[in-house]
């Protein structure tokens, strides 16, 4: 998928950011390539360079101006695929290029809500700490980050780990699912008893009325 037809320094940069090739990724720049270049999948060179966890390029890539959040058709982009490999160095290189933190996948999700699914315990730790993502973002499915971490994990150590990080940082454990249904019912569903006490001990004690 390419908008006009791709220059030999245009392959040559594409091909060079998924091989991870520092020195051919300098020439294809030099030799006047497009660093928004997109192959047959609408992938740029920083986006092939970010599913491939290719660090040193990315860097390079973003030095040079290559825009972090251009999305291809499947709408990841180089910010958003870091949510799905957990690569915490790539999450690193791509900040000073200006992610934007609410752009959403075809989930409609932001980048913290794949990674707790998939138990990426470091990564979420670094883009809560390290950005202000949305904990509590919402995605078309109606799941948070948390949500996501009980219904779509294994209830152990890692996705354990990830809902006390989230809750660490903020995330509202009673916000419920689009059936209304929150994360420690989920959790209690699935037998993940761990999980379900620290959701239940992070909820909010409500307030006696004291008879009013």
């Given at each position: 998928?390419?908008?006009?037809p791709?220059?030999?320094?245009d392959?040559?940069?594409?091909?060079?950011?998924?091989?991870?090739?520092?020195h051919?990724?300098?020439?294809?720049?030099?030799?006047?390539?497009d660093?928004?270049?997109?192959?047959?999948?609408?992938?740029?060179p920083?986006?092939?360079?970010a599913?491939?966890?290719?660090?040193?390029?990315?860097?390079?890539?973003?030095?040079?101006?290559?825009?972090?959040?251009?999305?291809?058709?499947q709408?990841?982009s180089?910010?958003l695929?870091?949510?799905?490999?957990?690569?915490?160095?790539?999450?690193?290189?791509?900040l000073p290029?200006?992610?934007?933190?609410?752009?959403?996948?075809?989930?409609?999700?932001?980048?913290?809500?794949p990674a707790?699914?998939?138990g990426?315990?470091?990564?979420v730790?670094a883009?809560?700490t390290?950005?202000?993502?949305?904990?509590?973002?919402?995605?078309?499915?109606g799941?948070t980050?948390?949500?996501?971490a009980?219904?779509?994990g294994?209830?152990?150590?890692?996705?354990?780990e990830?809902v006390?990080?989230?809750?660490?940082?903020?995330?509202?454990?009673?916000?419920?699912?689009?059936?209304?249904?929150?994360?420690?019912?989920h959790?209690?569903?699935r037998?993940?008893r761990?999980i379900?006490?620290?959701?239940?001990?992070?909820?909010p004690t409500p307030?006696?009325?004291?008879?009013?």
């Amino acid at each position: 998928m390419t908008d006009h037809p791709l220059s030999p320094a245009d392959r040559s940069l594409l091909d060079a950011a998924l091989d991870g090739d520092l020195h051919a990724t300098r020439a294809a720049l030099a030799a006047g390539a497009d660093i928004e270049a997109r192959d047959a999948e609408g992938r740029t060179p920083l986006l092939r360079a970010a599913f491939a966890d290719r660090v040193a390029v990315a860097q390079v890539l973003v030095e040079a101006g290559a825009d972090v959040n251009a999305q291809d058709p499947q709408l990841k982009s180089p910010w958003l695929v870091t949510g799905i490999t957990g690569s915490v160095p790539m999450m690193r290189v791509l900040l000073p290029g200006g992610p934007e933190l609410s752009r959403r996948n075809r989930y409609g999700g932001v980048s913290v809500i794949p990674a707790s699914e998939r138990g990426h315990v470091a990564y979420v730790r670094a883009v809560l700490t390290e950005t202000a993502i949305d904990v509590d973002h919402v995605n078309d499915l109606g799941w948070t980050a948390l949500l996501e971490a009980v219904l779509l994990g294994d209830g152990g150590p890692a996705h354990r780990e990830i809902v006390d990080i989230l809750l660490t940082h903020g995330a509202d454990p009673l916000l419920p699912d689009a059936d209304g249904v929150t994360a420690r019912a989920h959790a209690e569903r699935r037998g993940f008893r761990t999980i379900a006490e620290a959701l239940r001990a992070a909820e909010p004690t409500p307030r006696p009325d004291n008879g009013r």
